[in-house]
C-alpha cells in the first residue's frame, strides 16, 4: 500500500479567495497587484498548510488581507488544468465571500497592494483567476435568486431602495421598484425601523434591518428571493 503512494506524483493546493463587496452602487471584487508583473492583477490566495482543513486555510487567507472574520465564505470549484500554473502543477480551490466594504476598509492589511474592481470592469487577471471570477459571479447570482445571501453585502440597517441598487447590480439590470419591493416585503425576513433615510428625499424611505433569527432560519431555503 506505501508503495502505491510513493509511485504517485506530488501536487500543491492552492486556495484562491474570490472576496465580493457592495459600496451602494456597483458590485465588487478585491484583488491584489502581483509583484512580478506590475499591471498583473489577481486573487487574493495562498498555499494549504499540513495541519489545516480546507475551510480553515480559506478563512486565513480571508483574515490576512481583510482583517475579517465570520463572513460569508462558500467553496466554489476545483481548478486542476494541468497547465494553469507554468511554475509547478498546482490545483487551486476556489472560495468565494462577501464582505461589507465599509468593514473592511478599516482592517485591509497593508501588506498587498489589494484594490476594488467592478465586476463589469476587471483588468487583466493572472492564471485563470479570470474564469474563477466568472463562475462566482453565475454563483452569487444563483444563490441570490434563491436564497438570502444579499444582505451579507449590506450595512445592518438599509433601505429597499438601497437593496434593489444592490439587486440591480449583482444582475446587471434594473428591477420594477413595485415588484422588488412587493416580493422582498413578502419573504418576511425584514424588520421596519422607526427611523428615515434623510436627503434623498422629501418623504425620506424607513430603515430595514434583517430579521436574524428568521434569516438564519431560512439562510438555506429556496424562497425565489427576486421577482421574475
Known amino acids: 500500500m506505501l508503495d502505491q503512494y510513493k509511485q504517485q506524483h506530488p501536487y500543491l493546493v492552492a486556495l484562491d479567495s474570490i472576496i465580493f463587496g457592495f459600496d451602494g452602487e456597483s458590485l465588487k471584487v478585491l484583488l491584489v497587484k502581483r509583484g512580478v508583473e506590475e499591471k498583473t492583477w489577481s486573487l487574493m490566495g495562498g498555499w494549504l498548510q499540513p495541519d489545516e482543513s480546507l475551510e480553515q486555510a480559506a478563512s486565513?487567507?480571508?483574515?490576512?488581507?481583510?482583517?475579517?472574520?465570520?463572513?460569508?465564505?462558500?467553496?466554489?470549484?476545483?481548478?486542476?488544468?494541468?497547465?494553469?500554473?507554468?511554475?509547478?502543477?498546482?490545483?487551486?480551490?476556489?472560495?468565494?465571500?462577501?464582505?461589507?466594504?465599509?468593514?473592511?476598509?478599516?482592517?485591509?492589511?497593508?501588506?498587498?497592494?489589494?484594490?476594488?474592481?467592478?465586476?463589469?470592469?476587471?483588468?487583466?487577471?493572472?492564471?485563470?483567476?479570470?474564469?474563477?471570477?466568472?463562475?462566482?459571479?453565475?454563483?452569487?447570482?444563483?444563490?441570490?435568486?434563491?436564497?438570502?445571501?444579499?444582505?451579507?453585502?449590506?450595512?445592518?440597517?438599509?433601505?429597499?431602495?438601497?437593496?434593489?441598487?444592490?439587486?440591480?447590480?449583482?444582475?446587471?439590470?434594473?428591477?420594477?421598484?413595485?415588484?422588488?419591493?412587493?416580493?422582498?416585503?413578502?419573504?418576511?425576513?425584514?424588520?421596519?425601523?422607526?427611523e428615515k433615510q434623510k436627503g434623498f428625499s422629501k418623504r425620506g424611505a424607513f430603515y430595514y434591518k434583517v430579521d436574524t433569527e428568521k434569516y438564519h432560519l431560512v439562510a438555506d431555503s429556496f424562497l425565489n428571493f427576486i421577482p421574475g
Open 60 to 194: 486565513r487567507i480571508l483574515f490576512d488581507l481583510t482583517g475579517l472574520t465570520n463572513v460569508y465564505l462558500e467553496q466554489l470549484h476545483a481548478f486542476g488544468n494541468p497547465d494553469r500554473d507554468p511554475i509547478v502543477r498546482t490545483v487551486s480551490v476556489a472560495y468565494f465571500s462577501l464582505v461589507k466594504i465599509a468593514d473592511y476598509e478599516s482592517k485591509i492589511s497593508g501588506t498587498f497592494q489589494a484594490q476594488w474592481f467592478s465586476i463589469y470592469d476587471l483588468p487583466p487577471l493572472l492564471f485563470d483567476h479570470g474564469d474563477m471570477v466568472d463562475l462566482a459571479i453565475k454563483r452569487l447570482r444563483y444563490k441570490a435568486a434563491q436564497h438570502p445571501i444579499g444582505f451579507e453585502l449590506l450595512n445592518e440597517k438599509f433601505t429597499i431602495p438601497q437593496l434593489k441598487k444592490l439587486y440591480d447590480a449583482i444582475y446587471n439590470t434594473e428591477f420594477d421598484k413595485r415588484n422588488f419591493s412587493r416580493k422582498i416585503l413578502s419573504t418576511n425576513l425584514l424588520i421596519k425601523l422607526a
